[in-house]
C-alpha cells in the first residue's frame, strides 16, 4: 500500500512537468496550468496557442491511460488529440508514451468533464471519444454517467457542426442506457453493434484496445460500440446496423 502511495506521487511530481500536459489544480476554477505554472485560458485557442495549427481536434473524454488518444495519433498526423480525465496518475501513461514517441499532434488535459464548457468553444471540437466510462450502475446516480443528457448538451455545444461522438463499453446495460438516452435527445445513430468482435471490424478505429478493454476480454465480457452526431442533416460516413 505505502508503495502504491509512493508511485502514485512519483506520476503526480512526474506529470506536473511534462509539456504536454495542462492541469486545473482547483476543479472548480476556469484555466488550465502549464508545466511551467503559466496560467491558461484555452477556450477557443487550442489550435493556435497549444497544436500551432488549424488541423481538427478529437477528443478522448475519461482517456484513461490515453490508449485511443495515442493510438489514433500515431494514426492520423493530419490531426490533433487531446485526452481529458480526472486522474493524474492514469494521464501520467499516455502523455509519458506520447513524449516518448515525439508525437506533437498529442495533448492531455486534467479536469472534470462536466466542466468541459469552461474549456472549450463551441465548435471547437471535431470528434469525440468516450471509452469505457465508469458505468454508474445505480440509478441515483445516472446524472454521472457521460451520456446523461446533461453531458449530451454539453458535447452538443463544443462540436463543430456534423460532429460525431464514438461510445465503447463492455457494459451492455450502460450501452442500451446510451442508446435510449442519445434517442431521447433527439441524435442520429450512425453505428450500432453489440460484440463487436464476433464479426469482422468495420472500422480500423476498433480494433484499438484500451488498457481496461484488454482486462475486460480476458474476463470474458463483450464490447459494444456506437456511433451519432446531434446534427441530422449532414451526410454520415456509416450507417446503423443491427446487434
Known amino acids: ?37 503559466e496560467k491558461l485560458d484555452l477556450k477557443g485557442k487550442w489550435h493556435k496557442e497549444i497544436f500551432k495549427n488549424n488541423k481538427p481536434i478529437t477528443v478522448e473524454l475519461a482517456c484513461g491511460k490515453g490508449d485511443y488518444t495515442i493510438a489514433l495519433a500515431a494514426k492520423y498526423p493530419s490531426r490533433n488529440f ?37 474549456f472549450f468553444a463551441p465548435g471547437e471540437i471535431d470528434e469525440i471519444w468516450i471509452t469505457f466510462p465508469d458505468p454508474f450502475p445505480r440509478e441515483r446516480s445516472e446524472k454521472h454517467r457521460l451520456t446523461y443528457s446533461a453531458f449530451l448538451s454539453k458535447y452538443k455545444m463544443v462540436l463543430k457542426h456534423g460532429g460525431m461522438v464514438n461510445f465503447k463499453t463492455d457494459d451492455l446495460p450502460l450501452f442500451h442506457y446510451t442508446r435510449d438516452s442519445i434517442n431521447a435527445f433527439g441524435c442520429e445513430t450512425l453505428y450500432y453493434r453489440e460484440n463487436i468482435y464476433a464479426a469482422p471490424l468495420d472500422m480500423e478505429e476498433l480494433s484499438i484496445k484500451t488498457f481496461y478493454e484488454k ?24 450507417v446503423k446496423v443491427g446487434s
Open 1 to 37: 500500500m505505502a508503495g502504491g502511495r509512493k508511485n502514485k506521487r512519483k506520476k503526480i511530481a512526474e506529470i506536473n512537468a511534462m509539456p504536454n500536459v495542462y492541469q486545473c489544480p482547483d476543479f472548480a476554477e476556469t484555466n488550465l496550468y502549464s508545466a511551467a505554472g
Open 82 to 118: 487531446i485526452g481529458v480525465d480526472i486522474k493524474g496518475p492514469r494521464i501520467h501513461t499516455g502523455a509519458k508514451a506520447a513524449l516518448e514517441a515525439g508525437l506533437s499532434n498529442v495533448a492531455f488535459a486534467r479536469f472534470k468533464i462536466e466542466n468541459i464548457l469552461h
Open 215 to 238: 482486462q475486460h476480454i480476458a474476463d470474458g465480457r463483450t464490447i459494444n460500440y456506437l456511433r451519432f452526431r446531434f446534427d441530422r442533416d449532414q451526410d454520415g460516413s456509416m
